[in-house]
């Protein structure tokens, strides 16, 4: 009988500790399992002997999450710290390739319109490499050009839709009118006038901000259509407020533009006052096609225009005295290549253009002459 009572003293202690074992391991599971998951395979890995041919799987695999994970995981005392430390240095010039491709990659995917490639590669590059600061900003990149234009499509959906509705609505008014009776039409009319005041509330607020970007045309296309939706004493005003603004932004406008053509004007009759007085009366004259009428009739202008026409003539004179020198001299070329100066000045000069074509006709007889010689 003792002894049977101690063998069921010695199972009931058996059963005990085995009761405590899994709640130690229970304990366990639950207290450090997260923690190891939350270091990724570091923990495990860095148990192990061979750490840099696991890096190099990793590495290969672009996970450069796990890589470094490890590697800072791993403590001095480590076989393999020094040769890891080494190796780190190239493990960070290979992240740091795979961030610029991973940031190509994305602008090429955008360039093309291919958003959803684009955000899988990010996807798959922050689960790669989730410490990387680059992918971090190269998704934020994204994402605000995205929702830039997330916002313009928007907008436009907004303006097609003002659109539709301001063509669409007087037909199914025309209908209810026709069809009084017709339920089905008055609830869809209903449903076309509530939207009606969203958009034109929408439209409203366009406005406004095109208003303060002193885009006034734009904004009184915009408050135009929104009260073609929904007239309103309120958007009337700001219609109103709109054409005041617009005139006096026109008016601000011509005033700056006629005093910047002024000093280009003024700018320009100081170079061509000047390029007469070096005696480029070609230049000078090309200068003078530039100016204005009311400059032209400026009394000092019109004395320089005179005085450069007489010296415009005088160095005409002159050329075709050479030329015909020249020519009288049997220097055919140098004669033809005055004569060619004084067209430049007189392009309707005819006899400058007769004269040129005789002497080329006398260096044609000449060149005959002596190939038969």
Not at 80 to 87: M, P
Not at 118 to 126: F, G, I, N, V
Not at 362 to 368: A, C, G, M, T, Y
Request: hydrophobic share 35%; glycine share 2%.
């Amino acid at each position: 009988m003792k002894n049977n009572t101690f063998h069921l003293n010695d199972i009931n202690l058996n059963t005990l500790r085995q009761k405590l074992r899994l709640r130690d391991a229970f304990i366990i599971m639950l207290f450090v399992l997260p923690f190891l998951s939350g270091c990724g395979s570091a923990f495990i890995t860095s148990k192990q002997d061979d750490v840099i041919t696991q890096i190099d799987v990793w590495s290969e695999a672009n996970e450069y999450g796990k890589a470094f994970a490890t590697l800072d995981y791993v403590k001095p005392k480590h076989p393999q710290y020094q040769k890891l430390q080494l190796r780190k240095i190239t493990l960070l010039a290979q992240a740091k390739k795979y961030e610029q491709h991973i940031d190509k990659q994305v602008i090429k995917y955008i360039k093309a319109d291919q958003w959803a490639q684009a955000l899988d590669l990010l996807d798959q590059a922050k689960e790669n490499y989730p410490q990387s600061k680059a992918i971090t900003n190269t998704e934020k990149r994204l994402l605000e050009q995205q929702k830039k234009l997330l916002a313009s499509i928007d907008k436009n959906i907004l303006l097609q839709r003002s659109q539709w509705m301001i063509k669409t609505r007087p037909v199914y008014e025309e209908k209810l009118n026709t069809d009084p009776r017709n339920k089905s039409v008055k609830i869809q009319l209903d449903d076309l006038n509530k939207e009606s005041k969203i958009l034109a509330q929408n439209l409203t607020v366009l406005s406004q901000k095109a208003s303060k970007r002193k885009h006034y045309i734009t904004a009184k296309t915009r408050i135009n259509q929104a009260i073609t939706l929904e007239p309103s004493e309120e958007r009337q005003e700001i219609l109103s407020q709109l054409k005041n603004q617009a005139k006096k932004s026109y008016a601000k406008k011509k005033q700056t533009e006629n005093r910047t053509h002024k000093i280009q004007q003024d700018t320009l009759a100081q170079e061509i006052k000047q390029s007469f007085a070096d005696g480029d009366f070609l230049k000078t004259k090309q200068l003078m096609l530039k100016l204005d009428k009311n400059e032209e009739n400026d009394l000092q202008l019109i004395t320089l225009k005179q005085e450069l026409n007489s010296s415009i003539n005088e160095k005409i004179l002159q050329l075709e005295y050479e030329a015909n020198k020249n020519y009288t001299d049997g220097q055919f070329h140098q004669a033809i290549n005055l004569w060619q100066q004084v067209l430049i000045y007189d392009p309707q000069n005819t006899l400058a253009e007769k004269n040129i074509q005789r002497a080329e006709k006398v260096i044609d007889k000449l060149n005959s002459i002596r190939e038969k010689q």
